[in-house]
């Protein structure tokens, strides 16, 4: 497995405003993935971050809104912007170590917009 | 899009009993994976599938890969109050158009609460 970091654990943040979200892993990965869990639901992709080019976003996701950077194989941001209180959610990246297809979590992001 | 049904949606159990939940699918996948979640932390994988009809064990869990790929099984042996948690299945299947190739499809979760 890999020990996966995020920051901020948890954040407030008013209506209107951005933040971002860092992801950081213990080793070199190819594949970084950003989720998000609504409140008491299950998890969404929003993009797959790819180091070196620009993420691959899921559908009903766009960049303007979810901006992803991923200037290195151990790190990556993602950034909430103009955020309304529908965005208040748990927001996790996750990493493929790249052995078959199986992905392990950071602790998660959770966001609260009033 | 592909779905993946989970149920139970929830459980109330005694401490010791056993626990069984599964997922089904209309589409067929790859991966079969099982994590857990606790409150305010990241799912941590359980166990990992790859191979139709396989059956896979980790301490007091026990899961399996159905074998015509659209569903799977995980079972709780003697559950003790530490297994208290939400339980989702995850599949994976390579994806031909648009989005992630490594797309990670989750059921809703199976809360599980155990009675000391």
């Known amino acids: 497995s890999a020990v996966i970091s995020q920051k901020p654990s948890r954040d407030i943040c008013q209506r209107g405003t951005s933040l971002t979200i860092q992801c950081q892993v213990d080793s070199q990965v190819t594949m970084m993935f950003w989720y998000r869990q609504q409140p008491g639901q299950s998890l969404t992709l929003i993009a797959t971050?790819?180091?070196?080019?620009?993420?691959?976003?899921e559908s009903g996701f766009v960049i303007d809104k979810f901006p992803i950077s991923r200037p290195n194989l151990t790190f990556s941001t993602l950034t909430v912007s103009n955020m309304s209180p529908e965005d208040s959610s748990i927001y996790l990246c996750s990493v493929d170590l790249g052995a078959a297809d199986t992905q392990y979590f950071g602790p998660g992001t959770r966001l609260t917009v009033l | 899009g592909q779905q993946l049904n989970q149920s139970p949606q929830s459980m109330f159990i005694q401490e010791g009993e056993d626990v069984s939940m599964n997922c089904t699918s209309s589409s067929i996948f790859n991966t079969w994976l099982w994590y857990k979640q606790d409150p305010g932390e990241g799912p941590v994988l359980l166990i990992a599938?790859?191979?139709?009809?396989e059956l896979t064990s980790n301490g007091r869990l026990t899961a399996q890969f159905g074998i015509t790929r659209k569903d799977s099984f995980l079972n709780i042996s003697a559950s003790i109050p530490s297994d208290v948690g939400i339980y989702f299945c995850a599949g994976q299947a390579l994806q031909n158009s648009g989005g992630s190739n490594y797309k990670l499809t989750f059921g809703k979760g199976t809360l599980l609460t155990v009675n000391p």
């Open positions: 599938l790859y191979k139709a009809g």
């Open positions: 971050a790819n180091q070196g080019s620009e993420a691959t976003y």
